[in-house]
């Protein structure tokens, strides 16, 4: 991420400090629309989920969990998505645990 | 350059604010379709704007098809960003009225080689508007000067559109760009000495 940044590790350190404030509103906006059971809302969440990641992660992992909700929420096929959605959860927590060592190793430095 | 931003994601928009402003470009920032609307209507109106495809309230092709149809905003150049890989939404966000189509992820020096295209076309349309509105004034005085002219038969001035009368050197110094140096002429002179030197 930070060489797609052309090494500017300072914009790269204020993305993630906006990507850890902002995933979990995304995250809460994707489970609300699963409980609503509106296939719309669950595929415009997962879109802008899957849009947020891919500043930084570019393809596979979150982002093609995101990718699968999105594509299961245009098709209406709405039984695996809850599933999909705690492994997305999951697969951001991690990501997030990542950033945080990144920032606390680049402050460190 | 002033360009606008239309973009929900804030980390995206964030990173295109910072590039752009690094860039030397003006930035307004929009966090959906509907703050970029009423962006849009600012006497300050952008040259360029960037607008994500997908966005709550209007999306990036409505707005590119609204804007399209108001004369103060229809030359802005427009590029769409967006994640959708088909190649039919490529077709589809161009026909809506975007000039340009960047996917995301994107790289930073591509978007910005296409920002110096959409600066050149922008600057070479204000250029092209601003020869036209030149040769519309030229032509409305050659038509002026080619008309029909009244003009007294004895004092020789012209009558103008406002109905005042006009030296024949003042009226062609409003309407075309000649300029007089008096003098006098032979004939002139030789009546004009007589009576002098009477």
Known sequence: MVDRLGGDEELARQLITLFLGEYPKLMDNLRQSVNSGQSDAIRRAAHAAKGCIAN????????????????????????????????????????ARGMVAFQESSCES | V?????????????????HLERWSYDVVECADGGQAWTALQDERTPSLAIFDWNMPGRDGPSLCRDLRQVPSLAAMYVILITSNQDQKDVVCGLESGADDYIKKPFDWNELRARLRIGSRIVSLQHALAARVSDLQQALQDVKRLGGLLPICAYCKRIRDDGDYWKQIEQYLSEYSEAQFSHGICPQCLETHLQQLTR
């Open chain 2, 2 to 18: 002033r360009v606008l931003i239309a973009e929900d994601d804030l980390v995206l928009r964030h990173s295109l604010r910072i």
């Open chain 1, 56 to 95: 930084f992660v570019e393809g596979g992992g979150p982002q093609a969990t995101a990718f699968r909700i999105e594509q299961l929420g245009t098709a209406g096929a709405l039984s695996e998505i809850p599933c999909l959605v705690s492994q997305l959860e999951r697969e951001l927590d991690a990501l």
